[in-house]
């Protein structure tokens, strides 16, 4: 018999905002859904055990974007939970900047930006957020966007506790 959902328990779902510009116009948006990683799953629970070794490092400090995120007819990758590592190396790591959002006190919004100089000539379809552990926290694949010294692209990364 399956386990009935609590209202005690939480869930932690993502999603990403990526907001493409030019010269400081929106030249498009898109919203991009994530899945939290068991390696994350396991950050929250040691936290909440005080689980945390010498020191905490459980706190996401980076975006990574990668660009083996489809397969060969351009479709997304599946991202598998367990999954350690993007599915190809590291094209760009970005720092982010990490807010509770004031209006969904259970919400943190991750930011990290592409500039023009960033990435340019790649086509970025795979971003993950990394703990200061070196561990992922979530992954996402997408349809590829092509990178050029044009375009700023913005990346608001939003995790929710259900």
Known sequence: MA???LASDVTAVGEIDV???????????????NAVLTTGKQALARSLAGDIGQAYDFYVCKMLFGTNGTDGGGKPKIVNV????????VAVAKAVS????????????????????DAVGETINEL??????????SMATRGGIAKDALTQLTFNWKVNFL
């Open 128 to 137: 993950a957020l990394q703990m200061y552990n070196g561990d992922l926290y």
């Open 82 to 89: 367990d999954r350690t590592a993007l599915f190809g190396p």
């Open 19 to 33: 907001v493409a510009r030019r010269n400081g116009k929106v030249l498009w948006t898109d919203t991009v859904k």
């Open 3 to 5: 386990r009935r959902k």
């Open 98 to 117: 990490a807010i509770v959002d004031p209006n969904v006190r259970s919400r943190v919004i991750f930011t990290a930006v592409l500039l023009d100089s």
